[in-house]
């Protein structure tokens, strides 16, 4: 028994420390493909570790905040609340309504993304964090709607009980809104009007340097890779690695897609698609009773 529990902590542990690599990896040939899409020649796939290598060795930079105590602490919080979402992925964390504490867990990493900007007194990023608070209230809400659609209509009352596949047929409502929610989630064109670099110069992070820089950076990759693992477990979860696989790619390849072909929303033009998401996914939720009853 002793020998089972060691070897499941020495599992947990290794499976969350592989997600570091992979996060990076997932993203140094997102940003290659991206370049190839954009008829330029790219990055290496492995730039991403060379980034964040480099900015865990330099120095911080005298920036508006930097003697603040929140604004060398939220970036740290802001990585482990990001991080520890993969407890739910891995099952680590499951009990009856744990879907409640994986809303909570989602909601609080996008409030400390928020609480970065505002930290950083620095007119860009608190810009940043307005945007990004004005769009959490749909966007937020919906995500709320779309998971308690998926747990509502497996019957479950946890994560791990949910073993119905292919929802995204059962619930093409949810399913759509969801895919919009991580592109939110994710800042993918055109849903990235919360950093709008050529804007807002690079939104909440614009006084950020070395380690809380890496640490923002690392985050929003962890970020990316939770949201799509999020995905094929609800709309699909597959029973077989080979399916898996060839799902996370088809998930990743449409995030690309999006990313390389659209142009980004306005402010206003963002509100109003989530207004229109969150009014989805609550018809999505409503229809629910008429399938299950």
Known sequence: MNI??????????????????????????????????????????????????????????????????????????????TYSLFLFILGVIQFQFDFILLIYMIVLSSALYILLGLVSNSPFGVFGSMRDMLLMICYEVALT??????????????????NQSWLLFKLPLVSICMVVITLVE?????????????????????????????????SRQLRFLFFILLLIRFLFNPVSAVSFIILF?????ILLLSEATSARFR??????????????SVMGFIRIHFLVW
């Not at 939104?203 to 380690?211: A, D, I, L, N």
């Not at 790619?249 to 390849?253: H, K, T, V």
């Open 4 to 81: 089972h529990f060691y070897t499941n902590i020495v599992t947990i542990i290794i499976s969350m420390l592989m997600m570091l690599p992979v996060a990076l990896l997932l993203d140094g040939i997102f940003r290659k493909l991206l370049a190839k899409a954009h008829n330029r020649v790219g990055p290496s796939i492995f730039q991403p570790f060379y980034d964040l290598f480099k900015l865990f060795e330099k120095k911080r930079s005298d920036s508006a905040g930097y003697k603040s105590l929140f604004f060398r602490v939220v970036p740290v919080l802001y990585f482990l609340s």
């Open 145 to 162: 709607v779309c998971i308690f659609s998926f747990i509502v209509y497996s019957d479950v009352l946890s994560l791990s009980q949910v």
């Open 186 to 218: 994710t800042r993918i064109t055109p849903f990235d009007t919360t950093d709008a670099e050529p804007e807002i110069m690079g939104s909440v992070e614009t006084e950020f340097s070395g380690r809380s820089l890496g640490l923002l950076e690392l």
């Open 249 to 253: 790619i088809l998930m990743f390849f």
């Open 267 to 280: 402010t206003d033009q963002t509100f109003n698609w989530l207004i229109i998401v969150l009014m989805l």
